[in-house]
């Protein structure tokens, strides 16, 4: 396949002062929330007013379009098949990044199975493509795919950390840990950081973080720094349904205001993460 990575001309590219902050969202197991918190994540660093771009690095079963209730015209499906740039499949939600609340999404294709099977040099151009892309934002979030295949691997490294997300569920936090793994041998540079989902309390959601810190530690040798916990809350699935980001519904329901924090923790750096999140 053959696409290139050019200047749009109906984009006007921001002069930056440092690189984004290229962060994927990965978890090992499936259906613990990557994708909610993903968006979630993207109101809230719009929120806070950072240039920002959600894109979605799920190839086998993209869904932030729907959790979004978009439907561009443009993805990246269209991109892998050479029909349109990278830059001119970004869909901008609320205005766009840099708009008050906007952002901008590269968009999968829901069900397409399109991406699933990419070959490893188109993946690896796609993530390359994405750092280029990257020059133009503050924070880039890569909603990945379950599972720690090749392609998965290859998009986390193209990013700078991986918020590696847990839920208490022994399948989960094996998962979570095996992920890490892989990523340490594939990846070394990425530095991994956990967030704890759909915790029924704080406490439970420590007891999770430490259980699987601890098993870093000692396995690998050293400890990923806590995003943050964010509790079970009926409102995401509500959200969802509505397919709108909770931020914008109901932006002080307490999965919302968890997730403002995993932003800031993520904006602020390591060690304040883990204080916060203490
Ligand atoms: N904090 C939460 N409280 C309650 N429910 C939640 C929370 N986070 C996620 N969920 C529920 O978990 C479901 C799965 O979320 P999501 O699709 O984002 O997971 P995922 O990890 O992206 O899945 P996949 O691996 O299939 O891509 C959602 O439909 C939602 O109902
Ligand atoms: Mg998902």
New binding site residues.
């Given amino acids: 396949m053959n696409f290139a990575f050019r200047k749009s001309e109906s984009r006007q590219p921001r002069a930056r002062v440092a690189p984004a902050s290229v962060i994927a969202v990965a978890?090992g197991k499936?259906?613990?929330?990557?994708?909610?918190?993903s968006t979630t994540l993207a109101a809230s660093f719009a929120k806070m007013g950072r240039r920002t771009l959600l894109v979605d690095g799920?190839l086998g079963?993209a869904?932030v379009d729907v959790?979004l209730g978009i439907a561009p015209e443009t993805d990246l499906a269209a991109v892998i098949a050479g029909w349109v740039e990278l830059e001119d499949a970004v869909t901008p939600i609320n205005g766009g990044a840099g708009a008050s609340c906007g952002f901008d999404v590269l968009p999968g294709r829901s069900g397409s199975g399109a991406l699933a099977g990419l070959p490893p040099d188109e993946a690896s151009r796609l993530a390359a493509g994405l750092t280029a892309l990257s020059l133009q934002y503050d924070i880039v979030l890569v909603?990945l795919?379950?599972g720690i295949e090749d392609n998965v691997m290859r998009l986390a490294r193209a990013c700078d950390r991986c918020l590696v997300?847990a839920t208490d569920e022994p399948t989960s936090m094996t998962d979570a840990y095996a992920f890490i793994k892989v990523l340490r041998g594939y990846a070394p540079s990425v530095q991994p950081w956990l967030a704890i989902?759909?915790a029924d309390t704080r406490v439970a959601g420590r007891r999770t973080y430490e259980a699987l810190a601890r098993a870093s530690q000692t396995f690998l040798g050293f400890r990923p720094p806590m995003a943050g916990i964010?509790?079970?809350?009926?409102k995401?699935?509500e959200a969802?349904r509505q397919q709108k980001t909770l931020v914008s519904i109901d932006p002080q329901a307490q999965?919302a205001l968890d997730a403002a924090q995993i932003a800031e923790a993520l904006v602020r750096g390591g060690a304040e993460g883990v204080a916060q999140s203490a």
């Fill in positions: 978890s499936g259906g613990v929330g990557k994708t909610w918190l799920d079963l869904n959790q909603d795919g379950a997300v989902n759909m964010v509790l079970r809350d009926p995401v699935r969802i999965a």
